[in-house]
């Protein structure tokens, strides 16, 4: 099992910044790839971007690349979502994912396990 606690969520206003955090915990933080997904209300999970299980390998939905950027601290079992530009488009409940497998996915049905969510609100 792996435990994820996801922070760092708020209101902002439009063009401003946040940087959500995910704390792990439980089994080796490093053999996960993990993923960033939200939700809007009334519409379908979808993909924001995942990291590698090393950290060098990065990818991102086009309707955020250029804005947002995933990294992580395998050393402090966290994993970030810096998000810059904001744009009420980008309200959302953030949640992030791990998928213990390291091929490439941006389905939520293949991510193992999730956090409670953290909710981004953008103002205009």
């Known amino acids: 099992q792996v435990q994820l606690i996801e922070s760092g969520g708020g209101l902002v206003q439009a063009g401003g910044s946040l940087r959500l955090s995910c704390a792990a915990s439980?089994?080796?933080?490093?053999?996960?790839?993990m993923g960033w997904f939200r939700q809007a209300p009334g519409k379908e999970r979808e993909f924001v971007g995942r990291?590698?299980?090393?950290?060098?390998?990065?990818y991102y939905a086009d309707s955020v690349k250029g804005r947002f950027t995933i990294s992580r601290d395998n050393a402090k079992n966290t994993v970030y979502l810096q998000m810059n530009s904001l744009k009420p488009d980008d309200t959302a409940i953030y949640y992030c994912?791990?998928?213990?497998?390291?091929?490439?996915?941006?389905?939520?049905?293949?991510?193992?396990?999730w956090g409670q969510g953290t909710q981004v609100t953008v103002s205009l």
């Open positions: 439980g089994r080796t933080f490093s053999n996960y790839a």
């Open positions: 994912a791990a998928d213990r497998t390291p091929l490439y996915s941006d389905d939520a049905n293949e991510y193992d396990y």
């Open positions: 990291i590698n299980r090393s950290g060098g390998l990065t």
